[in-house]
């Protein structure tokens, strides 16, 4: 089995089977990890570009180690030094890249759409690394990848996401991952905060948090910027944290093994208190190991459609 | 120029009860039309400079649009006064009336001028200016209105976004009803709109695009109509898009107050749902909607609610759209489908007759800008629009006459074609 597309824009996108070939290849990938020697051949003469208008240093550092250890040359591209300063469009700046007979395009942009723009105009497979308000497809993967990998199943999990919906891809890339899986969503933050038609998307809603954790499996709380007090959208750190942040008395209500997940990078004592994200329960330092994993997934299956995709077009 | 057009299956438009029409048609019962001297007359035995067998077409009054963007002075290179009004000629208008918003601003009778003595250049249709509201359409200081009606705008607006304040609003519409002109009010609160680039629903979460709800119209709506009957002066709202608009008009109108109204093809078509995969032919302001939308203003075209249907033409280089969605201008260049988009989405199905696309193209917009046009009013000007129902024709946005090639269109198969345009009695396209 092989991946559809050439690139990864969105788990909207995937079908069910081809996240679980993500998952799958990923376990095998995490297995190299794990050993003394961690290089692969499997994307020997391949180049990577990390192309981030957008500061990241986890998703950044991911993709490019992921490149490195299966023998990619990989370079990284960051919005300050490059043309884009210049006035050069986001077109231009990618078709230069792609002229250079680029292989994979990592792009994480400010704006919803942005990854699904270049894809069509270039031959380099686009990963999309987080696009605006829209999809962070490898994060859901690697989201997914450490339940099931902790649980053992993605089997009608009870999943609550804990912040602010309304402008997290992580929330949507998660919601539609584990809907296409067979879980259940649980949302629940300020309304200032959750998106106007969010039953809609498939998510079951509360106000009330403690209903969200009730006998969750999984508990993810969502990284809150603080420019949204700016903008009136919650009063203050303080009241966030009594009313949505992650706590030892909220996460009692979910159950006994439930996991406690986020993105990173939290903000300690807002989202979720210290004592917490260093419990038993947090699996936050694992989702950064297996984010490594899946991107290295992610890259040697669609280096796989690449060849095939080249064979075609000779 | 002298003519004469036979076989002419001619529609008059259709009034709405409320409406007082006095003017003097010519013959309903005849389908010859004589055109002499470039005006509308009821017999003439010729010599003609030509003669139309108008055998299976429909013949309008020429159509009018009251809210076009033709981009000149400053934006050339969207579109100017003589692509503009090919592209109006194509699509059958024999007037357009193009917003202020150019550059240098058309806030002044310089600026009028400017675009009178072009169009009687280069134009191919009748251009009518419509004047800024405020100086600079900074909604702080009035513009000459005065100065500017003598230069010849047929109308205000500080088109791109609406008039200010509540305050500035009823100064505007005060001093304004001295010089007989009504204000065309772009309806958004940009205080609740705030940044949002699409309809705000499930289409925008989904696309995790920032989305501007409906009342963002609506309100800016309901405050226009508070003004209007609080100071018993017309207002006229620019395309209108959303279900609570209509009901507002509607409820005012029925209360007697001065309010008329426009909307666009696009706003009973297209819904938000046709953004998805960031498709930048479907951004414009107002947003596309939802399908309840589209039922209301069906509705309100029907019952009278909504006067008129305009445009709101505008083009935009390929450039400022062939990039990121949220990046990309708003605007469709609308001109060269509107009527047959209108004849395929209105009349096809059933909601409208012929009759009703008249009042909705010639007369109510007349009535708006009193430019003596519109009408078969014997010694009027002779501008005619000759369709022929049974064709059909795929829209090719590439092939398209108007600079913009931002067409929400493309691919698209429309019913009627415009076969003559006429202004003046002269043929300025034809339909080979």
């Not at chain 1, 699996?283 to 992610?298: D, F, H, K, L, W």
């Not at chain 2, 409906?214 to 002066?233: F, G, K, P």
Request: glycine share 6%.
């Amino acid at each position: 089995m092989h991946l559809k597309s050439k690139d990864l824009l969105g788990i909207e996108q995937l079908s069910s089977k081809e996240i679980c070939l993500i998952l799958d290849t990923a376990t095998t990938m995490k297995r190299v990890l794990s050993q003394p020697t961690k290089k692969t051949s499997h994307l020997q003469g391949k180049s990577v570009v990390n192309l981030f208008f957008e500061n990241s240093t986890r998703t950044r550092m991911s993709f490019e180690m992921a490149a490195k250890y299966m023998g990619a040359a990989s370079i990284n591209i960051s919005s300050s030094g490059s043309s884009v300063n210049k006035g050069e469009t986001l077109l231009d700046t990618a078709v230069t890249i792609d002229m250079m007979a680029t292989d994979f395009l990592v792009m994480r942009h400010r704006e919803s759409g942005a990854a699904e723009f270049l894809a069509k105009r270039v031959n380099a497979s686009v990963i999309n690394a987080g696009d605006g308000m829209h999809e962070h497809p490898t994060q859901a993967l690697l989201d997914v990848f450490t339940m099931r990998d902790k649980l053992g199943h993605l089997d009608k999990l009870k999943v609550a996401i804990i912040g602010d919906c309304l402008h997290s891809r992580v929330f949507r890339s998660n919601l539609l991952a584990l809907t296409k899986l067979g879980s259940e969503v649980w949302v629940s933050g300020p309304a200032s905060l959750m998106p106007l038609d969010v039953e809609s998307t498939g998510a079951r809603y509360t106000k009330h948090v403690e209903e969200a954790i009730q006998d969750a499996d999984v508990v993810m709380s969502l990284r809150i910027q603080l420019e949204r007090i700016e903008k009136g959208l919650f009063p203050s750190v303080n009241e966030y944290f009594r009313y949505y942040g992650l706590d030892d008395k909220k996460i009692k209500l979910a159950k006994k093994n439930a996991l406690v997940m986020h993105p990173g990078p939290a903000n300690r004592g807002v989202e979720i208190n210290s004592a917490l994200y260093e419990s038993d329960r947090s699996v936050i330092s694992e989702q950064v190991t297996n984010g490594v994993a899946v991107r290295m997934a992610v890259l040697y299956l669609l280096s796989l459609r690449r060849n095939i995709y080249e064979r075609e077009n000779l | 120029m002298n003519a004469r057009i036979y076989n002419a299956k001619l529609i008059f438009p259709r009034e709405i009860s409320t409406v007082q029409s006095n003017i003097q048609n010519i013959n309903q019962e005849l389908s010859e039309i004589f055109i002499k001297d470039g005006c509308f007359t009821e017999a003439y035995d010729g010599p003609f400079d030509y003669e139309i067998d108008a055998e299976g077409m429909v013949v309008f009054p020429g159509l009018i649009d009251v809210h076009v963007h033709l981009r000149e002075p400053g934006f050339e290179y969207k579109e100017d006064i003589a692509s503009g009004t090919r592209a109006a000629a194509v699509g059958g208008f024999t007037s357009v009336a193009c917003m202020p918003n150019t550059n240098p601003i058309c806030d002044n009778a310089a600026v009028v001028g400017f675009i009178k003595e072009r169009a009687a250049e280069v134009g191919i249709v009748n251009v009518w200016p419509i004047g800024a509201v405020t100086k600079e359409q900074k909604g702080e200081q009035l513009a000459e209105i005065g100065l500017m009606k003598e230069a010849g705008i047929v109308a205000l607006s500080d088109d791109g976004a609406s008039v200010k304040t509540a305050d500035m609003m009823r100064k505007a519409m005060v001093y304004a009803a001295d010089f007989d002109l009504t204000i065309i009010d772009h309806c958004e609160d940009p205080t609740i709109s705030n940044g949002g680039i699409m309809n705000e629903g499930l289409a925008s979460t989904q696309m995790g695009v920032p989305g501007s709800p409906s009342i963002a119209e609506d309100i800016i709506v309901m405050r226009d109509i508070l003004l209007a009957d609080y100071l018993d002066l017309p207002v006229h709202i620019a395309h209108v898009s959303t279900k609570r608009s209509v009901q507002q008009i509607r409820a005012a109108k029925a209360r007697g107050i001065k309010v008329t109204a426009e909307t666009c093809p696009q706003y009973f078509i297209f819904t938000d749902d046709d953004c998805r995969g960031y498709n930048t032919l479907f951004r414009a302001y107002p947003p596309m909607r939802r399908p309840e939308d589209i039922a209301a203003i069906i509705v309100g075209l029907q019952d009278g609610t909504l006067d008129m249907i305009a445009t709101d033409h505008a083009p935009h280089h390929e450039d400022e759209k062939d990039i990121e969605f949220c990046l990309a201008k708003n605007g469709m260049s609308g001109l060269e489908t509107a009527f047959s988009a209108s004849y395929t989405y209105l009349v096809k199905p059933g909601y409208l007759q012929l009759e009703d696309l008249a009042r909705l193209f010639c007369s109510a917009p007349e009535r708006l800008i009193k430019v003596g046009r519109g009408s078969f009013a014997n010694g009027a000007p002779a501008d005619l629009t000759l369709i022929d129902l049974e064709q059909s024709w795929e829209v090719d946005r590439f092939k398209m006459v108007s600079k913009g090639k931002n067409s929400a269109f493309h691919g698209m198969t429309l019913n009627s074609k415009v076969k003559y345009t006429i202004v003046d009695g002269k043929i300025v396209y034809h339909d080979i």
